[in-house]
């Protein structure tokens, strides 16, 4: 029966010699069942003369839903071997390491329920009736160990950037203007051609923040990488460059699509505040069309896109003339993007660019003038995407998992710490542990 109970219990080395019942669940007697725990850890010698018992209370995993209490009775020995300088000793086994109060299969639980499972550090130890700091040294000791040290090569890299928290805004006293006091950010490496996801965080939005990462890699590492895509931000295309020469830089074509959304935001902003005196609100029918206008034309049904087009003539000239230039401005954008899928040739990659600058140029909102010189000024990167098809979309994947994390933990007060969580959760799939068994 005790043989049994044993095995169902399952913690190498040690034996049950008797469970009662407690009103706060069952209690699991245990003793000493390894011959090698009576052996002196330092010389090795097998102790003769015992010192006596120390009960010792390991804490351990539930079982069908009740957590045992275990009592260790186990024996403080003497060490008799003369050369050694160790006088006595007390047992220990695997499952309960010298001197920790958790099996290490609690411990692993812990720290395998956050880097794994999603779970919170506060939920975690909620879950295990732990502490906070034991979780999250669990956590810390479990994710050093199944992260890679380094990781594999990569044909195409993606770097972006993500805001690491809130802002704060302090105002200047002298101007009264409101200023950043904090703004936080961490870039982020991923692995946009294999499945190794987010392959490392560093904090600052520099250059050299991007050169000193890529530095830690070695040169075999940094000559593999063929294709690197950013965003359109020249931070980071100087430290590239600087970095990694012979690696193509390519615009993620997210960027440009957002950028275009933006561009047609603040026409249509400007437009409703010069004609009506105030910002836009419901029944200004521009404003009400807001959302349906960034939507990708190609993604809706003809008839809606008709619809909208009438709409807009429909609407006070001064007002709708400079939405629908920027609309068509956008959507000649997005057509050019769309090519990356088909494989273009130059010709029809040429006569896509020249509507878009020609729709720009065309037309009177100023900021059609600034979108189109953006594009003129990443032209390379973009073609770079036209042809390749490589995009960051992976990483903007990465983002949410990161802000999703950030917002369940309520925050990080430590960036390092956040840094880890956000590995081990961006990891997952190549760790394998997404897969189902
Ligand atoms: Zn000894």
């Not at 190498?12 to 407690?22: F, T």
């Not at 999250?136 to 890679?148: K, Q």
Request: glycine fraction near 6%; hydrophobic fraction near 40%; proline fraction near 5%.
């Amino acid at each position: 029966m005790a043989n049994d109970t044993t095995r169902l219990l399952g913690l190498d080395g040690l034996a049950v010699v008797g469970v009662a019942d407690d009103t706060d669940g069952p209690v699991v007697h245990l003793v000493t069942a390894d011959e090698r725990a009576r052996h002196c850890p330092d010389c090795g010698t097998r102790a003769r003369r015992s010192k006596g018992r120390r009960v010792t209370r390991p804490r351990d995993l539930s079982v069908g839903g009740r957590r045992p209490r275990l009592v260790w009775a186990k024996r403080r020995w003497r060490c008799d071997e003369l050369a050694c300088r160790r006088r006595s000793f007390t047992e220990s086994v695997p499952p309960v390491p010298p001197r920790k109060r958790l099996t290490t299969r609690l411990r692993a639980a812990a720290g395998a329920a956050v880097a794994d499972q999603g779970r919170t550090v506060v939920q975690a130890a909620r879950d295990y009736a732990l502490s906070w700091s034991v979780v999250a040294a669990a956590f810390t000791s479990h994710a050093r160990a199944v992260l890679p040290a380094q990781p594999e090569p990569v044909q195409a890299l993606g770097i972006d950037e993500i805001r690491r928290g809130r802002p704060r805004w302090i105002p200047d006293e002298a101007t009264g203007i409101w200023q950043t006091a904090v703004d936080r950010w961490h870039v982020g490496f991923v692995d946009l051609s294999g499945k190794q996801g987010l392959l490392g965080q560093v904090e600052g939005r520099t250059a050299q923040a991007v050169i000193d990462w890529l530095a830690d890699r070695d040169q075999a590492w940094r000559d593999a990488v063929q294709y690197v895509a950013i965003d359109m931000c020249t931070i980071f295309k100087s430290a590239i460059r600087r970095v990694l020469p012979q690696a193509t830089l390519v615009v993620d074509h997210f960027h440009l699509v957002q950028l275009a959304n933006q561009t047609l935001t603040e026409v249509r902003r400007r437009v409703t505040v010069t004609h009506r005196g105030r910002r836009g609100r419901k029944s200004n029918r521009e404003w009400e069309l807001r959302n349906r206008l960034t939507r990708s034309a190609a993604r809706m049904r003809g008839e809606h896109v008709d619809a909208l087009l009438d709409e807009l003539s429909n609407l006070p000239r001064a007002i709708g003339a400079p939405i629908t230039a920027a609309w068509n401005a956008k959507e000649d954008l997005l057509d050019l993007l769309a090519t990356a899928r088909t494989r273009p040739d130059r010709e029809q990659v040429r006569d896509l660019l020249y509507r878009f600058y020609r729709r720009c140029a065309d037309a009177d909102p100023p900021e059609l003038q600034r979108l189109a010189t953006t594009v003129e000024t990443w032209w390379p990167e973009i073609l770079a995407f036209l042809h390749t098809g490589i995009t960051n979309a992976g990483s903007e994947g990465t983002n949410r998992v990161i802000k999703t994390i950030a917002r369940d933990a309520y925050g990080f007060r430590k960036p390092g710490n956040q840094r880890l969580r956000t590995r081990c959760a961006t990891t997952r799939r190549a760790r394998g542990h997404l897969d189902a068994r």
